[in-house]
């Protein structure tokens, strides 16, 4: 059964500055990794994929994947109040038709 | 767009007692999923369902039973709440061509007394 872990547990940022949050999986066969950002209330909230070796930008957004280290990080440039949220890595196994594997989060806070 | 509504938001029920939770979608998406968030630990396959009248267990399916009656509801069961559990209950879905993004509704928060 695939596992995801997520580090660090939480994160204290000041606005402006770039926010680094890393997810490790277990099985280098995995297919896509999502990011999802959920609010205190809310339900997850999908942000940014990626399938292939390498990176991938969207807006302020990074996510970087290294599958030979079963590595996958996400960078927030410019982090703003708003972004404060809980961070969830989600990973589709190879062969788990409709499964993802959740991670336990990161927190974020982004002080003014 | 579309919306996923989960009712109620919050359910207070007894020890032993048989709760249902109810979800619905506007999406027309064919499949439908309940997850489980404790704090702390991710997300928990409990459900999910491809179709109407369609019903795949998750990781965490013992205690609960699923109904998938029309393709736009999802409805859980806690067929024997124990006490003192806490946890959120997320209602999802995703479109029959990718399957790869999920759309959230706000949870439902359930305490056992």
């Known amino acids: 059964q695939e596992k995801v872990q997520q580090s660090p547990e939480s994160l204290i940022v000041p606005e402006g500055a770039m926010s680094s949050l890393n997810c490790t999986f277990s099985n280098s066969a995995s297919q896509s990794i999502w990011w999802y950002q959920q609010h205190p209330g809310k339900g997850p909230e999908a942000l940014i994929s990626i399938f292939s070796n390498g990176n991938k930008k969207e807006g302020r957004l990074t996510v970087y994947l290294n599958r030979a280290s079963l590595h996958v990080s996400l960078h927030i440039r410019d982090s703003q109040p708003s972004d404060s949220a809980v961070y969830l890595c989600a990973v589709r196994a190879s062969g788990s038709f409709n499964k993802l594997t959740f991670g336990a989060g990161t927190r974020l806070a982004v002080c003014p | 767009g579309g919306i996923i509504t989960q009712t109620p938001k919050f359910l207070i029920g007894q020890e032993g007692q048989k709760l249902t939770l109810k979800c619905q979608q506007n999406?027309?998406?064919?499949?439908m999923y309940w997850y489980r968030q404790d704090s702390g630990k991710g997300l928990r396959l409990i459900y999910y369902?491809?179709?109407?009248?369609?019903?795949q267990k998750g990781d965490l399916s013992e205690g609960y039973d699923a109904s998938r009656e029309k393709k736009s509801s999802f409805s859980l069961t806690v067929t024997s709440a124990q006490k003192n559990e806490m946890a959120v209950f997320l209602c999802?879905?995703?479109?029959?061509?990718?399957?790869?993004?999920?759309?959230f509704g706000h949870g439902t928060k359930l305490s056992v007394l």
């Open positions: 999802a879905s995703t479109d029959s061509i990718s399957n790869e993004r999920l759309f």
């Open positions: 369902s491809i179709t109407e009248n369609d019903l």
């Open positions: 999406f027309n998406h064919d499949t």
